[in-house]
Structure formats: structure tokens, C-alpha cells
């Protein structure tokens, strides 16, 4: 940021001359400079027919000083014209409007004149100035010798000079930065394409931001100007920094592929710019954002994922007219799900939630979104005969349970109820679904519950192991209903995550908080787990944990260097001590792993229709989980925290999952 500072200071060098002189000199300069302003912004709140008029009545009076010039220069004196001549200068303005209006001199804006508007200008110039020298024949014609030869030649000369010079100073001068915008450091545009010259248009039109020009990858483009501005290689940012205190860099690239995209903003992470851009082609299209709506880079941007577009049939056959049932649904997950559920017309959706607030807004947003009836219920999910009533009321067909606590230092430090909520709720979720006769449960599990080493994965283990339980119940009664899990990582901005914790953070000006630099996690985008969720419980047989392909692990250290970088600011250490936001080591919290897995054995994790979603079934029996359960309810009960972790953490050690083949 350090050129960025030294660009405006020699920017903003005009303005601190009155800091340097005093008295009468200070105050001089003040009054002209507010004169100024005050012109300038009077001149600019015009309406644009006002210019029009005024620039008209301008080059009126120019090319006819261009005419009296050019017979000055002819005579080397101050030329006296006779009536006859003065016919003649009046004549050049009245032959050379039209030319200037057909040609669009008076559809430009001044202040975004582009330099090859000069051509344009010179075209229009040379045509005002045949048509002027006809008028001159014909009065030659008619026997009146009053123009010279040379006169003509003269005009056209002097009358380029004057109409495209005072264009163009009046843009260098009169709609020069102001100071409020020097100070808010100049803009790139990358991408030159539709999309970026009316971002260009529209920011420019604001009048808040400069833009210095363009980036673009097309070297059909670099070196040319669109929209008035320059296109420059991609290459060329850091010196553009460097000359023009670059702050900012929009992407205006809507209809890009998610992997190009990935490799320009890991790109420009390096450099010490914000980088923001515009939404994809799809939502311009469906109308969620305007051209000129620019939104924050999101982070899974720079994970490397590359999505697979959702299985329309598998939704459909999830959701379409059929009532479903989501727990935890005012929750980051369960939220999601609801908006993907909501968008495919289901007969009833039922959102069932403990926490008042997150129920409110939840349900609100969605009866502005879709017909299908909407059903709040505000329980939570060890409240088991509220589940049945919910159950037996809206005959659910599908059930999602999203409830759960997650965050693993605090259900670390609330050990019975993490249990309790956790393990009791989902048993009394699973039992509840399997009696009311829903066709298709779908648990939402997680990859700590693999080899867990805290409370909170342990929780989710049992979960698991219920389901499989009810799974085999419903088998062998032959219901034909159908248990799953679907296990995944982390899902970027979701509520207690490291996402939004980092952002707060970056936003107070650090520091960053990190447990561990070695720590590393897999992520992946809501929307994208809420779509895999519900295509993998249209997958299930029955007793299946679904497995989310969830890409390559992230370094926890390197996620919250990106994050800093997005923002614009440079990362504070050794090698850069003058960094803006430095990165400190807390040390790892109780129950955290330095790396997580989604598989006990990543070899028997085997393929479904669905590229993104792998399926794997637990081995060994599970009608230990019965009595289990009761040894631990008891525990509980006797809110005895020891007994309660040595029987949470003795039962999951026995089963662990085998692949089958789909």
C-alpha cells in the first residue's frame, strides 16, 4: 500500500500548496480554489440539453474567431473585416454545426473523452472546413475576391487547435479528480469485454472512484481503449500500482469458467490490492444483480473446487410435491436447505427450530419466496412428542435433521449437553421418523465424526450409529423406508466457523487468530453441500453414509492469508514487517485435530451416479446401541461428565464403515 500512499501524496501535492504559503497568499488561493469548485459543480448539475446548448454556443463563437484569425495571420495585422467578410465568418459556424452534429461531437460526455476522439474531431474539422470553402467558391463565383488563398487552410488548422483543444483541456481542468477521489486511490476493471465497459460507464457516472483502465488476458485488447480507458496485460498491475496507487481491482468476468476465475484471483491475491467482482452470468440473467452491483469476493473462489452442476432428476424425485420436514432450520445448513427445498416446489415444508429469532427470519424469507405452504415449529428436537405431532400433522414425507451444537471448543466445555443434544436429540428424531412411517431420512453428519477426538465428533458418530440402527429396523419390518447420512466438512460462513471469525477480524485491523499454522480443514460452499445433501438422500438404500467429495484439505494459515489479501491489506512478518494485518498463534483449543478425514479407509470409498458423492455402509452390528443409549442416558441423568465421556467415546471405537459398490 505503500505506492498506493505515494501516488496520492503527489497527487494531493496541488492542494497543500496553501499550506505553505500564508496570510493573504493562503487565503487567495482558498477563495480561487472554492470559485473553482463552485463553478465546476454548478456547470456539472446542468441537464445535459444545458451543455448541449452551451458547447453549441461555444463552438459558434470559436470558429469564428478561428476565421478572424486566420485573416489576422494572412495580413500580419489585426484584421478589420468588411460586411461582406463578416457574412463569410458568420458562415463558418452556421455550415459546421451540422457537420459536427451529424458527425457526434455533442453526444460525447467531456469528461470521459477518449483520446481517439481526436479523429473523430479531425474528420469533422476537415468537413466543416470543405463545406465553409464551398460557400467561399460561391461567393468567389459571384465575383466578390475577398478571400485569400491561404485563409482557408488557416481556418481549418486553427479551428481543430481550438475545438479539440478545448475539449480536451476542459476534461484535463474543469473534470479533473477531486480530492475526495484522489484520496479513495484509483480502480482496475479486469475484463474489457460487454460487461466491463458498462461497469465503466456506470461506475464513472457515480462520479465516487476513478478508474485508471482496464486488465484483460485478450492481447487482441491490450494497448487499445475501451470505454475511453486503456487495456493493459494482466502483467503490467504491479507497475500500474506503482504509477497509479491501484487500490482496487473489480472482476468483470460474470460468464467466466469457475476455474479461470480461480487462477486470476489467486493471481491477484499477491498483490496488495481489494479485489471484488461482479456476480456470475446466471444471476445478471435471472435479475438478482444489476451491472454495476459489485459484491465481495467470496473465499471458496480460491479453494480450487471445481462444482458440478446439480442433478435436476435427483432433486426432483427428493423434493417435488412432497412434505418435508428440516430440523435445525433456522441454523447456517438447515437454512440452506430450506431455500433449495423452497425453490422446487414441494407440497408442505415444515421448519423446525429451537431458537425463536432464527425461525422468524427464516420463515419470513421463504413465504416471500415461494406458494408451497410454509409451517413453523418452534421446538426443540428432544422435545419428542412435539416431533410426532409435527409429523402426524403436515404426513411428512422427507426429513432432513440439521439440528445439532457444532462447535466443537464449546460443546467441549458442555460436555452432558452436547450428549444430550447431540446423541438424545437425533435418537429421538430417528425414532420419531421411524414410527410416523417418513419415507426418507436424511442426518447431517460431519468428518469429525471420523476417528473423533472431541465431543461434538463423538456426538455425530452416535448419530450415525442410530440411524443405522433404525436403518436395519426399517429392513427387516420391510416398511421400504429409507435411512442415510451424508458426512462433509466444513462449509465456508457457516455460524462458529473460522470464515466469518477471520473476516471480523481483518475488519477490526487484526489481528488474525490462528490455533495452529499446520492446521488444515476441508471446505466447501453451503449452497453446494445443501444441493449434494439432498441429491445423495435420493441415492439412499437404506443404512448408507454418504460420503461429499469435498476436494483438496486447506491450510488454515494460508485461508487466512488469502482472506487478508481479499481485503486488500498485506500480511504483517518477517519477510514483510511494514504489513497492515499481522498473524498470531493461539494454540490449539481442547478436542481439535490437526487435520480431519472423511474416511476411516479411503479405499473402500466407492462411486455413485453423482461425481461429488461417494457411498459407504457400516460394518458389524449395531443392536448394542439400544443398551448403550441407556448407559449413557444414565450417566446424564447422574450428570456424571466422566462416566458420560468414557461411554461416549467406547461405543464408537467398534464399528467402523465399509464400502459397498453401487
Given at each position: 500500500m505503500g505506492a498506493a500512499k505515494a501516488f496520492q501524496g503527489r497527487a494531493l501535492a496541488v492542494f497543500e500548496i496553501s499550506k505553505r504559503d500564508s496570510g493573504?497568499?493562503?487565503?487567495?488561493?482558498?477563495?480561487?480554489l472554492a470559485l473553482f469548485e463552485r463553478?465546476?459543480?454548478?456547470?456539472?448539475?446542468?441537464?445535459?440539453?444545458?451543455?448541449?446548448?452551451?458547447?453549441i454556443g461555444f463552438d459558434g463563437l470559436t470558429l469564428a474567431a478561428a476565421v478572424w484569425v486566420s485573416y489576422s495571420l494572412r495580413f500580419s495585422a489585426p484584421f478589420i473585416p468588411t460586411p461582406q467578410q463578416w457574412l463569410l465568418i458568420v458562415a463558418a459556424p452556421v455550415v459546421a454545426v451540422p457537420v459536427f452534429i451529424r458527425l457526434g461531437l455533442y453526444r460525447a460526455v467531456i469528461r470521459y473523452l477518449p483520446e481517439r476522439a481526436i479523429w473523430t474531431m479531425l474528420q469533422a474539422m476537415t468537413l466543416a472546413a470543405l463545406a465553409w470553402v464551398a460557400v467561399v467558391f460561391v461567393?468567389?463565383?459571384?465575383?466578390?475576391?475577398i478571400v485569400p488563398r491561404s485563409v482557408p487552410f488557416f481556418y481549418w488548422m486553427i479551428g481543430l487547435l481550438f475545438i479539440a483543444g478545448s475539449r480536451f483541456a476542459a476534461k484535463q481542468f474543469i473534470w479533473a479528480p477531486r480530492e475526495d477521489q484522489l484520496k479513495s486511490g484509483q480502480i482496475l476493471i479486469y475484463g474489457a469485454g460487454e460487461a466491463g465497459s458498462q461497469l465503466a460507464v456506470a461506475l464513472r457516472s457515480q462520479g465516487r472512484r476513478l478508474i485508471a483502465g482496464f486488465l484483460d488476458d485478450n492481447p487482441a485488447l491490450q494497448g487499445r481503449d475501451v470505454a475511453g480507458l486503456r487495456v493493459y496485460a494482466p502483467d503490467y498491475l504491479g507497475q500500474l500500482i506503482t504509477n497509479f496507487g491501484i487500490q482496487e481491482?473489480?472482476?468483470?468476468?460474470?460468464?467466466?469458467?469457475?476455474?479461470?476465475?480461480?487462477r486470476i484471483v489467486a493471481t491477484l491475491t499477491r498483490y496488495p490490492v481489494k479485489i471484488r467482482t461482479l456476480p456470475h452470468i446466471a444471476d445478471l440473467l435471472a435479475g438478482k444483480y444489476l451491472v454495476n452491483q459489485i459484491r465481495e469476493i467470496d473465499i471458496d473462489e480460491l479453494l480450487g473446487r471445481s462444482s458440478v452442476p446439480a442433478d435436476a432428476e435427483l432433486l426432483g424425485e427428493m423434493i417435488r410435491g412432497r412434505s418435508i420436514l428440516i430440523t435445525g432450520a433456522g441454523g447456517s445448513i438447515g437454512s440452506e436447505l430450506c431455500r433449495l427445498v423452497a425453490r422446487w416446489s414441494p407440497e408442505r415444508l415444515v421448519l423446525f427450530e429451537q431458537n425463536e429469532f432464527a425461525l422468524y427470519n427464516i420463515h419470513r424469507e421463504l413465504a416471500e419466496q415461494t406458494d408451497a405452504p410454509i409451517v413453523p415449529v418452534l421446538a426443540s428436537v428432544t422435545d419428542e412428542p412435539a416431533l410426532r405431532r409435527a409429523l402426524a400433522a403436515n404426513a411428512v414425507?422427507?426429513?432432513?435433521?440439521?439440528?445439532?451444537?457444532?462447535?466443537?471448543?464449546?460443546v467441549e466445555a458442555n460436555a452432558l449437553e452436547g450428549m444430550r443434544n447431540n446423541v438424545f436429540g437425533s435418537l429421538a428424531v430417528t425414532r420419531a421418523a421411524f414410527e410416523a412411517g417418513v419415507q426418507q431420512f436424511v442426518l447431517i453428519s460431519s468428518d469429525k465424526a471420523v476417528r473423533p477426538t472431541n465431543v461434538m465428533g463423538a456426538t455425530k458418530r452416535w448419530a450415525e450409529l442410530i440411524m443405522r440402527h433404525y436403518a436395519g429396523l426399517a429392513e427387516a419390518a420391510g416398511t421400504g423406508q429409507r435411512f442415510c447420512a451424508v458426512r462433509f466438512g466444513n462449509v465456508l460462513g457457516s455460524n462458529g466457523s473460522v470464515v466469518p471469525l477471520f473476516r471480523e477480524q481483518i475488519a477490526k485491523g487484526g489481528p488474525v487468530t490462528l490455533t495452529d499454522p499446520a492446521m488444515t480443514r476441508y471446505f466447501m460452499s453451503i449452497h453446494e453441500a445443501a444441493e449434494?445433501?439432498?441429491?445423495?438422500?435420493?441415492?439412499?438404500?437404506?443404512?448408507?453414509v454418504f460420503l461429499l467429495e469435498m476436494g483438496a484439505p486447506?491450510?488454515?494459515a494460508d485461508l487466512a492469508r488469502n482472506m487478508i489479501q481479499l481485503a486488500g491489506h498485506t500480511v504483517r512478518d518477517a519477510d514483510n514487517p511494514g504489513g497492515s494485518i499481522e498473524i498470531i498463534e493461539v494454540g490449539s483449543r481442547?478436542?481439535?485435530?490437526?487435520?480431519?478425514?472423511?474416511?476411516?479407509?479411503?479405499?473402500?470409498a466407492y462411486p455413485t451416479r453423482h461425481p461429488k458423492i461417494l457411498r459407504a455402509i457400516g460394518r458389524g452390528s449395531v443392536q448394542e446401541v439400544p443398551e448403550a443409549l441407556l448407559t449413557l442416558e444414565a450417566a446424564i441423568k447422574r450428570q456424571d461428565e466422566a462416566a458420560a465421556r468414557a461411554q461416549l467415546f467406547a461405543v464408537i471405537t467398534e464399528s467402523a464403515p465399509v464400502a459397498v459398490l453401487v
Open positions: 493573504g497568499a493562503t487565503f487567495g488561493f482558498e477563495f480561487t463553478f465546476r459543480s454548478a456547470l456539472g448539475a446542468l441537464p445535459r440539453s444545458a451543455k448541449r446548448v452551451l458547447l461567393t468567389e463565383m459571384a465575383g466578390n475576391g481491482v473489480i472482476l468483470s468476468m460474470p460468464s467466466v469458467s469457475s476455474a479461470e476465475r480461480q414425507d422427507v426429513l432432513f435433521h440439521a439440528a445439532a451444537h457444532k462447535h466443537v471448543p464449546l449434494l445433501i439432498v441429491q445423495a438422500g435420493s441415492l439412499s438404500n437404506g443404512g448408507d486447506v491450510r488454515i481442547p478436542g481439535e485435530k490437526l487435520f480431519e478425514e472423511l474416511f476411516y479407509d479411503a479405499t473402500s
